[in-house]
């Protein structure tokens, strides 16, 4: 199983960044695939993810409106533009994938989790 994110970097607040993340190895048209973030000294936070098959999506409150989320079926990849950043955006993004939304939605640790890559945003 892999997914490896990718896209991390330093902006400036109010910049954008694209994330990407490249699934491989297990069934993930069964699976809600998206991004946890983690900032230091905080709690796991979902993000957002999508099930690929349906297009259906979770976004946490506080990237509504700011980010979005899609596939590229083909390649299989996701990605996450995040627009309008924050310093309160700041964290180690992992991409991870789970059978339910719910993972996403309260923070229980995913069926699979790969490596971060981290975001810093700058005031």
């Known amino acids: 199983v892999q997914l490896q994110a990718s896209g991390g970097g330093l902006v400036q607040a109010g910049g954008s960044l694209r994330l990407s993340c490249v699934v491989s190895?297990?069934?993930?048209?069964?699976?809600?695939i998206g991004w946890f973030r983690q900032a230091p000294g905080k709690e796991r936070e979902g993000v957002a993810c999508i099930y690929r098959s349906v297009g259906s999506t979770f976004y946490a409150d506080s990237a509504k409106g700011r980010f979005t989320i899609s596939s590229d079926n083909a390649k299989n990849t996701l990605y996450l533009q995040m627009n309008s950043l924050k310093p309160e955006d700041t964290a180690v993004y992992y991409c991870?994938?789970?059978?339910?939304?719910?993972?996403?939605?309260?923070?229980?640790?995913?069926?699979?989790w790969g490596q971060g890559t981290l975001v810093t945003v700058s005031s």
């Open positions: 991870a994938a789970d059978r339910a939304e719910a993972a996403f939605r309260f923070g229980f640790h995913p069926d699979y």
């Open positions: 190895g297990f069934a993930f048209d069964e699976y809600c």
